[in-house]
């Protein structure tokens, strides 16, 4: 009798265990499948700021065009006329060509772990941002210590700060405030860096403040969001370099903290 007890409770065991495998497994399929859909909706957000790097080069490009049939039907179409004009076409595309760099490293994973200075993450994330931010009008505050170092995946961080970033940006845009501003600090915490990103947005309201982080929730209109961001944002943190993202109300906006 003793000898089926045993021989029943094994095969629960194993019936267990295998299910607890499967549920890992599946698990880990969700989170894959949120990480490459919150990338998708990244690229689209990507695809906006490109979009606005290229406006004026592209203007640009077409003046220095029309200067050079005006030159050519007056007959004042020099050598050195043209020559000047074409290196304003070549400087034009080649701030272009480096726009689109740095947005296709954006989007190449890291492979391996490094380690980097906050500050050199912060350099990457707004030098693919300010020119929106300025474009809005938005002014953007800096105070880090450039010499603080961390050891983790560089361009998911970049990835991180530019999703807490574009969420500041558009509570601002929505609530338009007098002097709109975003305010990025650094500090040290029990040997612990704490990125905080602040805005003066207006804030977030209590009964959705234990939903911004879960998977498809989202305040903005369809076209304007997923509601991925901020869920792989805290994955990226959690999993990438052992921290938490922390958010707290300040006095008209909110300030998000990425413990590091």
Known sequence: MSYIVCTILLLVIFVLS???????????????LLVRQAK?????????????QWKQPLAQINSIILNIESFYEDKELSKEVLDKELNQIENLTHYMSQTIESFRNYLHPDKEKTTFTVKEVLDETLSLMMPLLNHKKIACEVKVDANFKLKGYKKELVQTLLVLLNNAKDAILSTKPKDPKIIITLKEDKKRGVISICDNGGGISDDIKDKIFDPYFTTKKESQ???????MAKMIVEEGFLGEI???????????????
């Open 225 to 231: 969001g997923t509601g991925h961001g901020l869920s």
């Open 246 to 260: 922390r958010v707290k109300d300040i006095k008209n906006g909110v300030c998000f903290e990425v413990v590091l």
């Open 40 to 52: 998708l909706a990244s690229i689209g957000e990507m695809l906006e700021h490109i979009a606005h």
């Open 18 to 32: 295998l299910k607890n495998r499967s549920l890992k497994e599946k698990i880990a399929q969700k989170d894959m």
